[in-house]
């Protein structure tokens, strides 16, 4: 039997430790992963020892330094210290024998995220379970790709008939052992998982703030749309195992716990009778276009060009290609821009099934606004009121693509024009 009602999710930070231990109540699992900002310190030590192979006195002093006013607790204090000492042995050892620094960060940091869920349990007087024996990942090539059934089968087995637990958040292993990274807000995507697995009633995401930019109602489509944007409070990838089992989440300001937040469930209260319900901006990305007539007819282009990237670990964040077959576009994170750029030319160079031959390839930096609303499906003239609104304002669209499921339609700008875009489309949501 499941005693467990609700799952709440945690970014830990120094000045919300207490905030934390006081949410960790019977009935509850809170998942916890440390900060950016710790993240960082471990990214700065293992890159000095690994990538530099240099001494790392002040960078470990740095990681010590936080992690000492993390929590008092005296049991916490002891495994902290014996964390420490581990982390500084582990890499010198990592370093003898070159170990990937990827395999090395990931592995740290996931011991890392388990001391802070640790930290919490201790202060809380709560059980605390390492959330990578939870999770259970395949890798396709870097890619880190659940394994749901094993997933939900480890998460029944380990917390159920539990009253209160602290779960560390973000990594998950290999059937083989390996540690990986399940990506950007990983305690949110736990958060679901576990809820999902053990049919809990709510969710909480806590954030700083007070929910999703003062939004009451989101259905879990809005917020998907929503939390696309690298800006987000989460991804929208952590929203999916919830949907699926039907879960509302609430959306939670960690200082504010009282504060009703954003709720995101299948259904939006009806607070407003516009069709459009909000904008959202992705910022510093680059629109690498792909050219040529070599692309007539040519089966498989697309699929080598994306299959490069995927291999390369590089997130695609638009993509739209003409019916003429000319030319494919689509936006990577400004820091991906030459190295695709770079693939690209490599495939068009070297790949004898695909005669690339005469294509081009141009960056191009920008930004891309979205506007989502779930009113906005079988509605005739959003997009044509949309575009007519940024005529009028002088902004020029570089690209353009609508969602088949027609709830939102994004459009790519230069980034000079944001601002203009921004104050012509607010009229309407």
């Not at 629109?287 to 070599?294: D, E, I, P, Q, S």
Request: aromatic share 6%; proline share 4%.
């Amino acid at each position: 039997m499941n005693n467990i009602v609700l799952v709440k999710s945690f970014v830990l930070r120094r000045d919300s430790f207490n905030a934390i231990v006081s949410q960790c109540v019977p009935g509850t699992i809170a998942v916890v992963r440390p900060e950016k900002a710790l993240i960082n310190l471990f990214h700065s030590l293992i890159h000095k020892m690994i990538v530099e192979k240099q001494p790392a006195t002040a960078e470990l002093g740095e990681v010590k330094t936080y992690l000492d006013a993390v929590s008092d607790n005296p049991v916490y204090a002891k495994k902290k210290e014996d964390f420490i000492a581990y982390v500084e042995d582990y890499l010198r050892k990592a370093t003898s024998y070159s170990v990937p620094v990827v395999s090395v960060e990931d592995y740290i940091l996931s011991q890392c995220a388990n001391l802070c869920a640790q930290a919490v349990a201790y202060s809380a007087n709560v059980e605390a379970i390492d959330g990578r024996d939870l999770v259970v990942c395949h890798l396709e090539g870097s890619v880190p790709v659940f394994d749901w059934a094993a997933t939900n089968s480890e998460i029944a087995v380990k917390c159920n008939n539990k009253s209160s637990l602290v779960i560390s958040g973000g990594y998950a292993r290999t059937p083989q052992g390996m540690v990986v990274a399940i990506g950007k807000g990983g305690a949110n995507m736990m958060a679901s998982l576990v809820a999902s697995a053990l049919k809990v009633e709510v969710i909480e995401f806590y954030v700083e703030g007070e929910g999703i930019n003062g939004i009451t109602s989101m259905t879990y489509d809005e917020a998907a749309h929503y939390c696309a944007a690298k800006s987000a409070p989460f991804p929208s990838a952590a929203l999916w195992p919830a949907k699926k089992a039907g879960i509302p989440i609430v959306v939670k300001g960690i200082m504010h716990p009282d504060f009703p937040g954003t709720k995101i469930s299948s259904l939006a209260e009806p607070t407003t009778a516009k069709t459009v319900s909000g904008l959202v901006v992705d910022k510093d990305l680059n629109l690498v276009t792909v050219y040529g007539t070599g692309l007539f007819g040519q089966v498989g282009a697309s699929s080598a060009i994306f299959s490069a990237l995927a291999k390369a670990g590089v997130n695609i964040r638009f993509i739209s290609q003409t019916s003429s077959e000319y030319a494919i576009s689509f936006a990577v994170n400004d820091k991906d821009g030459e190295k695709v750029r770079a693939i690209v030319n490599d495939i068009t160079a070297n790949n004898p099934l695909t005669p690339l031959d005469d294509i081009m390839v141009v960056n191009r930096e920008v930004c891309i606004l979205t506007v989502y609303g779930s009113r906005m499906k079988n509605v005739p003239g959003v997009s044509g009121k949309m575009f007519s609104l940024l005529g009028e304002a002088g902004v020029n669209v570089i690209a353009a693509s609508q969602s088949g499921e027609e709830l939102s339609i994004s459009i790519v700008l230069d980034a000079s024009d944001l601002d203009k875009a921004q104050k012509a489309l607010a009229v309407l949501c």
